[in-house]
C-alpha cells in the first residue's frame, strides 16, 4: 500500500489546514487510518485515527474538538482538518494505515504503511 500525503504548508496561528492521505488501494476502507505528527526534536505522536469497522474517529486530548478526521470514499482519502492552529500544532504529519486492535490504535506499532509526511508550520 502506498500513501500520499497533502496539504502542508504555513499558516498563522488560529488558521486552518486540510492534510489529505490517498492510498493506492482499492481497499482502503478496509483499513484503519491514523494521523500522526512529529515536531522537531520530539518523538512521533498520535494525532487521530479512525478505524475500518464502524468508522468511529479518535483524536488526542491535545487537538479534541480543533481536528477532524474523515473518509472521503470518492477521493479515496482520509482527511484531516485543522482549526484554531497553534504554534506548537507545528510537526511534519504522517499518515498511516494498518489493522491495529483498539488498544494499539494509537500506537505506531498498530500500522503496517505509512505516507513520506507533510509539513505543518503554524506562525505565532
Known amino acids: 500500500v502506498q500513501l500520499q500525503a497533502s496539504g502542508g504548508g504555513l499558516v498563522q496561528a488560529g488558521g486552518s489546514l486540510r492534510l489529505s492521505c490517498t492510498a493506492s488501494?482499492?481497499?482502503?476502507?478496509?483499513?484503519?487510518v491514523g494521523w500522526f505528527r512529529e515536531a522537531p526534536g520530539k518523538e512521533r505522536e498520535f494525532v487521530a485515527a479512525?478505524?475500518?469497522?464502524?468508522?468511529?474517529?479518535y483524536y488526542a486530548d491535545s487537538v479534541k474538538g480543533r481536528f477532524t478526521i474523515s473518509r472521503d470514499v470518492a477521493k479515496n482519502s482520509v482527511d484531516l482538518q485543522m482549526n484554531s492552529l497553534k504554534p506548537e500544532d507545528t510537526a511534519v504529519y504522517y499518515c498511516?494505515?494498518?489493522?491495529?486492535?483498539?488498544?494499539?490504535?494509537?500506537?505506531?506499532?498498530?500500522?503496517?504503511?505509512w505516507g513520506q509526511g507533510t509539513l505543518v508550520t503554524v506562525s505565532s
Open positions: 498511516a494505515v494498518g489493522t491495529p486492535i483498539l488498544s494499539n490504535l494509537r500506537q505506531k506499532a498498530g500500522y503496517h504503511y
Open positions: 488501494t482499492r481497499t482502503y476502507s478496509r483499513y484503519s
Open positions: 479512525v478505524r475500518s469497522s464502524g468508522g468511529n474517529s
